[in-house]
């Protein structure tokens, strides 16, 4: 496996990790919140109003508190998701490493039978069969890409289907499938509302604020 693909699933890991890590400051926060709310008035020499004032003080300090540290770790998140995306693009964009000389001669002559085949065929549904079958049987992934690429070419008169060229595009290499099979996940994380109702964004806006909970999945305050 390459490097690339053995950093990616590293960052993922770390990925989920900082995601896990999301849920615990916001959960201490609330836990520091409330044990602080008790001692607003421990003489209890406030009137309602002065507890009011003070548990907003409490409420306006804390917040600020969990934004520094919120704001740090949804760039962290979001900066590594981008950086693990760009790597997978680049996996996924990736040409197959090309076989060895007398393999890709072989391939060659096969081609090069089937582009006469194909010329020469007045039967459309034979011929279009004779193209699928080559398309399926490509097997090492340089070839099946080569396919893909002259695949208009090769179709020319018969107008074969779309899924034949589908099929040629689908012979992957393993790290491409495996790529492919996370690939949604990770073109989602850059935007990923790290803070969610799963993991105490709910208490931070039901006793810290609203304002704080809406503010909590941007990468730095003022953010839009």
Do not use: C, W
């Given at each position: 496996?390459?490097?690339?693909?053995?950093?990616?699933?590293?960052?993922?890991?770390?990925?989920?990790?900082?995601?896990?890590?999301?849920?615990?400051?916001?959960?201490?926060?609330?836990?520091?919140?409330?044990?602080?709310?008790?001692?607003?008035?421990?003489?209890?020499?406030?009137?309602?109003?002065?507890?009011?004032?003070?548990?907003?003080?409490?409420?306006?300090?804390?917040?600020?508190?969990?934004?520094?540290?919120?704001?740090?770790?949804?760039?962290?998140?979001?900066?590594?998701?981008?950086?693990?995306?760009?790597?997978?693009?680049?996996?996924?964009?990736?040409?197959?490493?090309?076989?060895?000389?007398?393999?890709?001669?072989?391939?060659?002559?096969?081609?090069?039978?089937?582009?006469?085949?194909?010329?020469?065929?007045?039967?459309?549904?034979?011929?279009?069969?004779?193209?699928?079958?080559?398309?399926?049987?490509?097997?090492?992934?340089?070839?099946?890409?080569?396919?893909?690429?002259?695949?208009?070419?090769?179709?020319?008169?018969?107008?074969?289907?779309?899924?034949?060229?589908?099929?040629?595009?689908?012979?992957?290499?393993?790290?491409?499938?495996?790529?492919?099979?996370?690939?949604d996940e990770l073109a989602n994380e850059p935007r990923r509302a790290l803070f969610n109702e799963a993991n105490g964004i709910t208490q931070i806006r039901d006793e810290i604020g609203k304002d704080i909970a809406a503010s909590a999945n941007k990468e730095e305050e003022g953010e839009g």
């Amino acid at each position: 496996m390459s490097k690339e693909y053995e950093q990616i699933h590293a960052n993922i890991e770390k990925l989920r990790s900082l995601r896990k890590e999301a849920s615990k400051i916001a959960l201490e926060h609330v836990r520091t919140f409330r044990e602080l709310s008790k001692d607003i008035d421990p003489e209890g020499v406030l009137n309602g109003a002065g507890r009011v004032k003070k548990r907003y003080e409490l409420r306006d300090s804390t917040g600020k508190v969990f934004l520094a540290a919120a704001h740090k770790i949804v760039k962290q998140h979001h900066d590594l998701a981008r950086k693990t995306k760009s790597v997978a693009d680049a996996i996924m964009d990736s040409r197959p490493e090309k076989p060895d000389d007398v393999s890709v001669m072989r391939f060659n002559r096969k081609l090069a039978a089937l582009k006469t085949d194909l010329m020469l065929s007045t039967n459309a549904q034979a011929a279009t069969q004779k193209l699928r079958e080559f398309t399926q049987s490509a097997g090492h992934p340089y070839f099946a890409a080569h396919v893909a690429d002259h695949f208009a070419e090769l179709a020319g008169p018969i107008i074969s289907t779309a899924s034949d060229k589908d099929a040629a595009k689908k012979a992957l290499t393993d790290e491409q499938k495996d790529v492919a099979h996370i690939y949604d996940e990770l073109a989602n994380e850059p935007r990923r509302a790290l803070f969610n109702e799963a993991n105490g964004i709910t208490q931070i806006r039901d006793e810290i604020g609203k304002d704080i909970a809406a503010s909590a999945n941007k990468e730095e305050e003022g953010e839009g």
